[in-house]
Nanobody
Framework: QVQLVESGGGLVQPGGSLRLSCAASGRTDSINAMGWYRQAPGKERELVAVITVGDITNSADSVKGRFTISRDNAKNTVYLQMNSLKPEDTAVYYC??????????????WGQGTQVTVSS
């Protein structure tokens, strides 16, 4: 089991910045990737950015050049630095951790979500 606790959401003006944090606990040694997803009202949840244990990253085209995902292995924490925020970035942001069992079964764990609102 992996537990995830997010922090750092809030209200910001267009063009502003926020940094989200996600602290993992429990079976953190079994995590092979962590990422951020978001869900806007009336829309499906979508991938924002992901980082693997080998520090390979990937992000959605809509946030490339503006958002950066990173991790601190010592703290079992992943961050999402969001710059040049736009109103369309408004959503609930969810932290995700993915583990793979010795039998190659993939498990996904989710945080409770943190609201990001971009508005003037």
């Amino acid at each position: 089991q992996v537990q995830l606790v997010e922090s750092g959401g809030g209200l910001v003006q267009p063009g502003g910045s926020l940094r989200l944090s996600c602290a993992a606990s429990g079976r953190t040694d079994s995590i092979n990737a962590m990422g951020w997803y978001r869900q806007a009202p009336g829309k499906e949840r979508e991938l924002v950015a992901v980082i693997t244990v080998g520090d390979i990253t990937n992000s959605a085209d809509s946030v490339k050049g503006r958002f950066t995902i990173s991790r601190d292995n010592a703290k079992n924490t992943v961050y999402l630095q969001m710059n040049s925020l736009k109103p369309e970035d408004t959503a609930v942001y969810y932290c995700n951790a993915q583990t793979v069992s010795p039998r190659l079964v993939v498990y996904n764990y989710w945080g409770q979500g943190t609201q990001v609102t971009v508005s003037s």
